[in-house]
C-alpha cells in the first residue's frame, strides 16, 4: 500500500509573530520545530526564513544558513525551501537561498495571482512590530509575481543541481500550467503537484473543489506520473488533510498554513500538527511515509547532494 507523505511548512511568510507565540522566528526556534516535526512523522520539511529580530519574512541566504546545517545534521527529513518567499519580495531575492543551498526540493508556484492577507489584520488592535499590520494591509494590492518566463527560469536554473519542486497550484489553471511545462520537457514525472485551497485570490476550500482538481489533475497527467497533496488555510486545514487521504493523496500541515490546532485553540508547536495528522492517517489505516520513501517516490537526489 502506498504511504502518505507528510509536509509539514514550519514558519512561511503569511503569519506574523503578533497572530502565535508558538510561530517560530529565530533560526534557533526555526531549526528546533523542524527536527521535532521531522521526529513526529513529517518527511518533507518546508522552510521559509524571517528576520530574527522582528519576524518579518527573509529571503537571504545568511539568515537560512543560521538554521539548514543544524536541520540537516539533526534529521534526515528532505528539506524543501521556498521560492515564493512573501509576495512583496522580488523573484531574485525569493530565489537567492535556494540558489545558494542547492536543495532536494523547492516550492513553485505555478502562476501569478491576487495574494490577499488583509482580512487577518481586522482581527488585532496591539502589534508587536510595526511592520506587521501595513504588511497585512498592504496586502489588498499584493500580486505575488510568477509568469512564465519566471516559471521557466525557476525551473532550468534552480533545477539544474538536480533539485525538484513542490508545484503549488492555487487554482484550476495553475494545473494547466504544470501541462504546459510537463509538454515543454521542463517538468519531467515524477513530478509533485500542491493543491492549495483557501487564500484569499486562490480557489475556495471548498470540498466539491478538492474532488475537481483532482479529477483535473487525473484528467491532465494520468495516474502513474505525479503525486498530489492538499494544504488548506486556516480551519480547512486538517478536514482538507484528511479529505485528500482518503483520496489517496498526501497532505502538507504546519504553523505556516493554520496556526490552530483545533476550534478556537492555537497549535502549540508545529509537532502538534504532525502529531495529529498522524492520527488520523493512523485511523484510516494510513501510514506515513519516512523520509527515505518519500525520496524514493518523488525521485529526490537524496541528502548528500545539497549544499547545506
Known sequence: MKKTIITCAITGGIHTPTM??????????????SVAAA???AAILHLHARVPETGEPTGDPDVYGQFLPSIRQRTDAVINLTTGGSPSMAVSERLS???????????????SMNFGL?????RFSNWKHGWEEPYLRNSD???FRNTFRDIAYILESIGEGGTRFEHECYDVGHLYTVAHFLDRGLIKPPFFIQMVFGV???I???PDNLTFMHRT????????????SVLAAGRHQMPFATQAAMLGGHVRVGLEDSLYIGRGQLSASNADQVTKIVRILDELGLEPATPGEAREMLGLKGGDRVGI
Open 118 to 122: 488583509f482580512p487577518l489584520a481586522d
Open 200 to 202: 484569499l485570490g486562490g
Open 217 to 228: 489533475a487525473q484528467r491532465l497527467f494520468g495516474a502513474d506520473t505525479y503525486h498530489w
Open 39 to 41: 521526529e513526529a512523522g
Open 141 to 143: 494590492d499584493f500580486i
Open 97 to 111: 537561498a535556494a540558489s545558494r543551498f542547492s536543495p532536494e526540493m523547492c516550492s513553485l508556484n505555478m502562476g
Open 20 to 33: 502565535s507565540d508558538a510561530l517560530p522566528v529565530t533560526p534557533q526556534e526555526i531549526a528546533d520545530q
Open 204 to 206: 475556495g476550500a471548498d
